[in-house]
């Protein structure tokens, strides 16, 4: 390790499944944590307790709040871009920093997630995908045929570079920048329940009917297209691979930080669940 470039070492912070308030805060922290070891790192992570996370510019009106009541949800705002994410047992999610300066960061944030769409399409065609990344004209066109209420959940739009397998959108990418660098925010469906989803949406009964039925055409999750179930664990095996072939990132595990631990208990307060 020793005679390893310290621009192509990365740090792995542990696995963890948490309440969602306590994941958000931890990826803000993550970010801020550049400003005292300005190193890329990264954390695998999953949700304790199902949550539902607005996008950052998303009011809790567009969603259904009986049936988030019932579906014993906490609803909590996100930083990142997109929309309406449904945190539960299927979704695997990965943070992801670049300090300012690193070879792997680009100022233009659209073409700042290229590379990161390359080591994930390496990622699922290893685990039998035959996966893309989206074009930015695909992208383009796309979003001119998305109703609105399409256009509130993360997974039902694409973004240049996010990951598909045939027209099924794969990965979704988000992004956050600060001073320090970028965080990228990848997620993943294990398993894909469009329904459930749909039915939490503020929406007559035959516009959510309409918005599963678009979401299973345009979303898939892994055992869906591999026609068995994968652990999340031959997913992050496969990503980490790929990371160190296309990107040139050594992993070295480490703990938390100091700024970050501070950082995260500063932050838990903003990604407190809202209350409708």
Known sequence: MNNVDPLHVARRLPYSVARADLQLAAGSALLAGLEQDARPALRWYGFSSPALLLGPSQQPAIIDAAACAQANLTIHRRRSGGGVVLGDETLLMLDLTLPRGHPLYMHSVTE????????????LCDLGLA????????????????SPL?????????SPYEVAVGQR????????RRRGGALFQCAVHLRWEPHETAMLMAATASEQLALARQLSER???????????????????????????????TLIDTEWNTLEQTARSADLERFAAIVL
């Open 112 to 123: 700042s997630y290229r590379w990161i769409g390359e080591v994930w399409v390496a990622t």
């Open 131 to 146: 996966a893309r990344t989206v074009s930015i004209a695909e992208a383009r066109a796309d979003s001119q045929t998305l």
């Open 150 to 158: 399409l256009r509130q959940v993360c997974f039902g739009s694409l």
């Open 169 to 176: 959108k794969t990965v979704g990418l988000a992004q956050m």
């Open 219 to 249: 979303v898939g999750g892994l055992a869906d297209l591999l026609g068995h179930s994968v652990d999340s664990q031959a997913v992050m095996s496969s990503f980490e691979t790929a990371l160190s072939q296309l990107a040139g990132l």
